[in-house]
Structure formats: structure tokens, C-alpha cells
């Protein structure tokens, strides 16, 4: 009998088998992107800890660039630039520096002159409040005497009467009036008339009382030393009465009008 064909089964196996299939995944395992997808869609505990922090990581970034630019503005010079920039700085300093030291100069050498020309100012007032006192110009206020001559016996010499004045002015008396109506000054003059005595042009009747600023005892001294006018005075036949004051009042003052007044007579 014959056997069964082998060839065939080995043309069989000679030939290729149909196209290979590809190995199907397995469908319990869902797909990358699926599953990255589902995990976005819930994200952990942690991954909103590191968003925070990536956020203000990313915010501190932006406030430090910022920052930087606003505080480089001279980032891009050169080192050279920069040197000049400095360079410019020290000498617009140096020039404000100058010029305020010498408005501060300035400054103190206006304040010096005018203290200078306040003082120079003030000096003249006292000079010429001293003229208008010596001549008379303006009323008087100070501590002083007053010389009160009374006539008893007989009518008192004119030449006692200035000796009593000169003796005033050498102690020291600023301002001298008599009788409350004769301011006194350096060209007075005195006469003897009748009834009284002329000074000045005008007829002044005893009593004669003299009122003289200045220091009190030295003025009080000068009339009451021995053979001073207090003892002329009494061997004229007056009383004389000396007060020290602490504060005479001088009324009568000069005027145009009263210069060059006055007779020949003698000069106090």
C-alpha cells in the first residue's frame, strides 16, 4: 500500500503562515494618557502644596526682577562711565558744599554787621539822649538832691549862688533845675536883681530851691563840706536845707527860644 504523502505536509510548513497579529494590550490597564488625565482631574494634597509654592516662587521672581531693573540703572555702564558718574557726583557735592559755606559766611558777616551797625546805632541814641540831658532838651528822672536856700537876714550873693552850681556840675549832677522853672545848662547865666535873682532872663524869687540828679551822697557832700555853699550861704544870712532823694523829677526843659537868653551876668 502505498504511505501517505509527506511532501505535503512539508510544503505546508515550507509555506508562510498568514500575517502575524499584533499582541492585543491588556484591556485591565487603562491608557497612559487616561490615567494622566484622570489624575489631573483629582489632584492630591500634595500637588496643590507644590502649585502654592511654584506660584510664589514665581511671584518673589517677578518682585526680584523688578526690583533689579529699578535699582541697575547703571547695570549697563561701563566701569570707566561709572568712575566719571562718581567723579561728577563728588564734584557737584563739592560745589554745594562750597556755596554753602559761603552763604553760611555770608550769612554771619551780614549778622555781624548789623550787630556792629545795631551797636554803632544804640551808641549814637546814648550820645544824643546825653547832648539833650546836657542841654536841657528833654525832662529828667533819677535819684538826686534838693538844695532848698531860704533868705533870713539879708538877700543871698549871686556869687554864692554859683559856687552852689558849680559845685553840683564838678560831683557829677546830670540836669539841674531851679525853681522848677529854670533848666540849667552849661551857658547859664546869673544876675542879681531886685526882689530876687535872674537866671536865664527870668526873675526867680526866694526861696531857691535847687533840684540836681546824680549820685545823692557825693552831690549832698560837695554842698555840706566845710566853707562849701552851705556856709556861704549862712554867712549871707540864708538857712539851707539839703535832701538826698531817691528819686527827683526834672520838669523844665530848654527851647529854641531860650538860647542866647539870659543878661550879662555871671556864667554858671
Known amino acids: 500500500m502505498p ?16 500575517p502575524e497579529q499584533p499582541e492585543q494590550p491588556d484591556q485591565s490597564d487603562p ?7 484622570r489624575d489631573l482631574g483629582r489632584p492630591r494634597r500634595s500637588q496643590i502644596v507644590v502649585a ?8 518673589g521672581a ?3 526682577v523688578r526690583t533689579t531693573d529699578a535699582d541697575s540703572s547703571y547695570a549697563g555702564y561701563r566701569e570707566q562711565d561709572l568712575i566719571d558718574v562718581l567723579n561728577g557726583l563728588s564734584n557737584t557735592t563739592q560745589r554745594a558744599q562750597s556755596e554753602l559755606s559761603r552763604l553760611e559766611q555770608r550769612r554771619d558777616d551780614l549778622k555781624s554787621t548789623t550787630l556792629r551797625r545795631q551797636a554803632a546805632l544804640d551808641e549814637a541814641k546814648s550820645q544824643v539822649d546825653t547832648l539833650n540831658v546836657l542841654a536841657g532838651r528833654i525832662p529828667v528822672t533819677g535819684p538826686g538832691v534838693r538844695v532848698t536856700v ?10 554864692s549862688f554859683i559856687d552852689l552850681i558849680q559845685e553840683l556840675r564838678s560831683t557829677g549832677a546830670e540836669a539841674i533845675q531851679v525853681n522848677r522853672k529854670v533848666r540849667l545848662v552849661a551857658q547859664s547865666s546869673f544876675d542879681k536883681v531886685a526882689g530876687g535873682l535872674l537866671v536865664d532872663g527870668t526873675v526867680l524869687e526866694p526861696p531857691y530851691v ?3 540828679i546824680g549820685e545823692p551822697s557825693l552831690l549832698s557832700g560837695a554842698i555840706t563840706f566845710l ?20 528819686r527827683v523829677d526834672i520838669r523844665a526843659v530848654r527851647t529854641d527860644d531860650d538860647e542866647g537868653s539870659g543878661s550879662s551876668g555871671g556864667q554858671g
Open 31 to 37: 491608557p497612559g494618557r487616561a490615567r494622566l488625565l
Open 210 to 212: 535847687v533840684e540836681a
Open 3 to 18: 504511505e501517505p504523502q509527506q511532501p505535503d505536509r512539508l510544503d505546508r510548513l515550507d509555506q508562510p503562515e498568514g
Open 150 to 159: 531860704t533868705e533870713e537876714t539879708a538877700e543871698i550873693n549871686v556869687d
Open 62 to 64: 517677578v518682585v526680584q
Open 52 to 59: 502654592v509654592l511654584l506660584a510664589l516662587l514665581g511671584f
Open 227 to 246: 566853707r562849701g555853699p552851705k556856709d556861704e550861704f549862712e554867712d549871707d544870712g540864708a538857712t539851707v536845707d539839703v535832701q538826698e532823694l531817691n
